[in-house]
């Protein structure tokens, strides 16, 4: 433990230095910026800047610190467009618009902003301080899952689905099974086979992510603008000058502890994320509420604080498997280990004996970050917030914008623009008939992740299902997933038949 604390009294001298603070401050604010941009997202955040760090001669750990904190920035920074427009910017914050979007349309934004800033904190801290501490023997267990055990996490994922609409559970499933369908378009990597190309050739390469969470949040969102403005019917949102105090924090705060937790738990799992995590969190915070769960996905601050809570330490989670084993933990952390090979650091085992100054300077940057993060954030609340007082007239534009230049910085195809308007008009479609997209944005983005760890662990085991229940995790996760879905249905059948007791009994 004596190592820990010397390593990490090494990389605070590192992180303090005046250049790398201001690094650290750099990074924050511009990926609360490139976060706050629908589509662009961390991982492109830190993509472009990569180059720029590696061109302008920092040394590793000054370059890392600064691509780090444009990496948990943009986590930070995501959900500044789900709650104020509908649109999150990444695949994180798509759970975080289910009930912050809400709380803003109540006149409630600047209490969503800045409790969903306090859970990010929150997150963040607990993620960073548990990699301090668990982080290498995290990552020993990480790294033995093997791909039937991911299987099973997906399974407890779906399953976690079934909260999300507890009042429909058959649109919850038809909506996620349109993100299963829409995850398999595209030349099939094992067979060969086209699956619902239709001969388009655009469509071969699949459709990517971005398209999809813009095209039915953003544009659908936006679709909805237009049609309350023709009709006569648009609403001036009123926004109000509370903030979440301590009394929302404490309210909340199991939540946080919770996601906290789970999301640093999968973020340290390689390949899983901050959008595996936020949907997790959200779904075990619907179970353990109900049946107190009638206000989730109507303005529950509970559903804002724990998915936030969660993205922000799978982010940190992502990290452990990086910097101790040489496996990225997500598809940022895969390029913070290229920009690390750029500059001859091998990341692994013996990082923190050989470059203690770059891991142990990470990780105290990490402390400081969230510091930054929060001091920089809360007094632009308000800000953020008047954001929502622009006339819809202006608004409508702005968001179109947005979400085309995003997607096209991206893509850059304008097939794709089509593509986006058509999935809008699903989604507006979708909206009228009372479905919940987020099963359709989660059923797409778990549906590749099960359908190629199934094939890896069916190709392991030469076709032998049985392989699927052969591990220890795996086991527990599906009683894990038949747990979240049977006991809730039979508490509530056992309270509905309560009260028939007791007047039984009475007579």
Not at 70 to 89: C, F, H, K, T
Not at 111 to 133: D, E, N, P, Q, R
Request: hydrophobic share 55%; aromatic share 10%.
């Amino acid at each position: 433990m004596s190592d820990i604390f010397d390593g990490l009294a090494q990389g605070f001298w590192v992180a303090a230095s005046p250049f790398n603070l201001m690094l650290v401050l750099l990074g924050s604010f511009f990926g609360t910026l490139i976060g706050a941009l629908p589509g662009i997202g961390p991982i492109n955040g830190v993509a472009i800047l990569l180059p720029i760090a590696y061109s302008m001669g920092f040394p590793p750990e000054s370059a890392l610190i600064l691509l780090a904190g444009i990496y948990y920035g943009a986590e930070y920074g995501g959900r500044i467009s789900s709650i104020l427009l509908n649109v999150p910017g990444d695949a994180g914050a798509v759970m975080t618009a289910l009930d912050g979007f809400p709380m803003a349309r109540k006149g409630q934004a600047g209490k969503a902003l800045s409790l969903s800033a306090w859970s990010s904190f929150i997150g963040g801290t607990i993620s960073v301080v548990l990699m301090t501490l668990f982080g290498p023997a995290l990552a020993q267990y990480g790294v033995s899952f093997q791909p039937s055990d991911y299987v099973a996490l997906m399974v407890f994922a779906f399953a976690t689905l079934a909260s999300l609409v507890g009042s429909s559970p058959v649109k919850t499933l038809i909506g996620a099974c349109l993100g299963l369908m829409l995850a398999t378009i595209g030349v099939d990597a094992n067979t060969g086979v086209n699956r619902y190309t239709f001969g388009v050739p655009d469509l071969l390469a699949g459709i990517d992510f971005l398209i999809v969470v813009i095209g039915l949040f953003g544009l659908a969102e936006l679709f909805h603008m237009v049609e309350s403005v023709a009709a006569g019917k648009a609403e001036r949102i009123t926004v109000d000058s509370t903030r979440a105090g301590l009394s929302d924090i404490l309210a909340t705060k199991w939540a946080i502890l919770r996601s906290s937790l789970i999301g640093f738990v999968v973020g340290v799992l390689p390949g899983t994320g901050a959008s595996v995590a936020s949907a997790v969190s959200y779904g075990v915070e619907k179970r353990i509420a109900a049946p107190d769960d009638t206000m989730f996905g109507h303005g529950d601050p509970r559903g804002l604080a724990a998915p936030e809570a969660a993205n922000n330490a799978a982010a940190g989670g992502a990290m452990v498997p990086m910097l101790t084993l040489g496996i990225p933990g997500s598809g940022t952390t895969a390029i913070l280990l290229g920009a690390l090979m750029m500059f001859n650091v091998t990341p692994g085992p013996l990082l923190f004996s050989q470059h203690p100054e770059v891991a142990w300077g990470l990780i105290a940057s990490m402390y400081i970050g969230n510091i930054a993060l929060l001091v920089i954030n809360l007094p632009l609340v308000g800000l953020f917030a008047r954001m929502l007082t622009i006339p819809q007239h202006y608004l409508i534009p702005l968001i179109a914008v947005l979400a085309f230049v995003g997607i096209y910085t991206i893509v850059g195809s304008s097939f794709d623009l089509f593509l986006c308007i058509a999935l809008g008009v699903l989604g507006w479609f979708l909206s009228k008939l009372d479905l919940a997209l987020a099963p359709v944005i989660l059923g797409f983005v778990l549906g590749s992740l099960f359908e190629n760890n199934l094939r890896r662990a069916l190709s392991i085991s030469a076709g032998d299902w049985s392989i699927l229940v052969s591990t220890t995790q795996s086991v527990i996760l599906y009683a894990l997933s038949v747990g979240i879905v049977l006991v809730p249905a039979w508490l509530g059948r056992r309270n509905r038949a309560a009260p028939g007791r007791a007047a039984a009994e009475d007579e």
